[in-house]
T-cell receptor
């Protein structure tokens, strides 16, 4: 069974600091990759996704993620975080052999940005 | 589009009572997912439906949990009898049937507290 690991459970940064959140998955075949964000008290919203093509994916609010197939990774980055980026971030993977088209979610990373 | 609609938004009940959570997926979406989110266990997939048919219910924790999707625009998740450890936020998500679109669209969640 595929799995998704987000090794950073909690991250605390000051405003304007750079952000990188790790995401590693276990499946070796073709995958589709997603990052979701959950702001305090809200539901999960799609931040960005990778299907194919350019491994560097740009998302909303200045976020980007890079798919590195050889490392089974899809890390999320932002050059300069803002207080409003305080949220929980979830990485998710869909594998092509998943007949049900489910997403497997990582455990999430809680980001706190200090003003 | 109103997005995925869930009701109630908050539910407080006493142990042993029956709880019914409701979800209306986005019109035209043919896959529906029920998730549970807790601090301890993160985001867990409970069950998902494709074209109103349950495909995978391996995440349903116990027989006390049941889910139905009588038509394409409505699903329920029932807990009977409820227990304090069922306290969590329950999210419903839906996905369009369009090939190549695998991201899920989440509802606002139902925060359940079982006393």
């Amino acid at each position: 069974a595929q799995s998704v690991s987000q090794h950073n459970h909690h991250v605390i940064l000051s405003e304007a600091a750079s952000l990188e959140l790790g995401c590693n998955y276990s499946y070796g075949g073709t995958v589709n990759l997603f990052w979701y964000v959950q702001y305090p008290g809200q539901h999960l919203q799609l931040l960005l996704k990778y299907f194919s093509g350019d491994p560097l994916v740009k998302g909303i609010k200045g976020f980007e993620a890079e798919f590195i197939k050889s490392k089974f990774s899809f890390n999320l980055r932002k050059p300069s975080v803002q207080w409003s980026d305080t949220a929980e971030y979830f990485c998710a993977v869909r594998s092509k052999n998943n007949a049900g088209n489910m997403l497997t979610f990582g455990g999430g990373t809680r980001l706190m940005v200090k003003p | 589009d109103a997005g995925v609609i869930q009701s109630p938004r908050h539910e407080v009940t006493e142990m042993g009572q029956e709880v019914t959570l409701r979800c209306k997926p986005i019109s035209g979406h043919n896959s529906l997912f029920w998730y549970r989110q807790t601090m301890m266990r993160g985001l867990e997939l409970l069950i998902y439906f494709n074209n109103n048919v349950p495909i995978d219910d391996s995440g349903m924790p116990e027989d006390r949990f049941s889910a139905k999707m009588p038509n394409a625009s409505f699903s329920t998740l029932k807990i009977q009898p409820s227990e304090p450890r069922d306290s969590a936020v329950y999210f419903c998500a839906s996905r369009p049937g369009t090939s190549g679109i695998y991201e899920q669209f989440f509802g606002p969640g139902t925060r359940l507290t079982v006393l």
